[in-house]
């Protein structure tokens, strides 16, 4: 399905959301909440595989253009009310998915509004790669992005520094991650700052956890999805098969498809 409307949710604390809507916007669909290094638009490709939802509104949350900034007061409770405020202003939807970071909000906010089913793709939680937050402070006060990026991939992601070497090698890609690493350290103290509820997404009617097949089990993601999983007593376990952690970059239409088979599925 193709991007229709572009909707804008103004929140009291002055900043502001964009949400991206894909497909009919009056049909009750598919919410996503993308997680760090990403934004709305590294998910259309994702939403454009989609096709057993009516609709998919990607948020855009704040801290990423064209959305507003993050504030003084941001938090993980600042992120799960966007969330809620985003769901209000959208009407029913079916399911909320989110990916990482975003997926921890969705699983928090189902624990305090009612939803149909919640789908998160290797959720992290605290503690999750605290050791890296005083480099990251240090190259956020030094406006050193070009480090914050290193740092994401290499010490926190694990991949190679030839990984590494491959994105730099690709002027606008690399421009692109230094942008979304600028809220990066504010949004890890945030994870960090609270602890896991004993049960996540008590609200919820279904729970689906996806994990990446080359995650499984293994640091930093599959151990931290290890421990979402027991933290949500019922919850739908699935693995996407040859992929790690940025499926929405590796296989896009792979995650379309199993998005797809969630779609009301009993």
């Known amino acids: 399905m193709e991007q229709t409307i572009q909707k804008t949710v103004k929140r009291d604390d002055g900043s502001w959301l964009t949400v991206d809507v894909y497909g009919d916007p009056g049909a009750p669909g598919l919410v996503m909440v993308p997680g760090v290094m990403s934004d709305a638009h590294s998910w259309g490709a994702v939403a454009r595989a989609i096709t057993a939802w009516p609709s998919v509104a990607v948020l855009n949350r704040r801290g990423r253009a064209p959305s507003g900034p993050l504030t003084a007061d941001y938090s993980l409770d600042v992120e799960v009310g966007d969330l ?21 909000i969705a699983l928090l906010a189902a624990g305090r509004h009612t939803m149909e089913q919640v789908i998160a793709y290797e959720p992290v939680g605290r503690p999750f790669a605290a050791e890296a937050l005083p480099g990251l402070r240090t190259a956020e006060q030094a406006q050193d992005w070009d480090r914050s990026v290193e740092i994401v991939n290499r010490d926190i992601s694990g991949f190679t520094a030839d990984y590494v070497a491959g994105l730099r090698a690709d002027p606008a890609v690399w421009e692109k991650l230094r942008r979304f690493s600028a809220p990066l350290a504010a949004e890890l103290t945030a994870l960090n700052a609270v ?4 049960t996540l997404a008590r609200k919820a009617d279904r729970v689906d956890l996806i994990v990446g097949e080359l995650n499984r089990h293994g640091e930093p993601y599959g151990t931290a999805f290890d421990a979402v999983v027991g933290r949500v007593p019922g919850a739908r376990v699935h693995e996407l098969a040859g992929v ?23």
């Open 84 to 104: 809620l405020a985003v769901l209000e202003v959208l009407g029913p939807v079916k399911a909320v998915f989110g990916w990482s970071y975003g997926g921890l």
């Open 195 to 198: 602890a896991l509820p004993e």
């Open 244 to 266: 790690g952690h940025l499926a929405h970059l590796e296989d896009p239409a792979g995650l379309g498809r199993l998005l797809d088979a969630l779609a009301g599925k009993p």
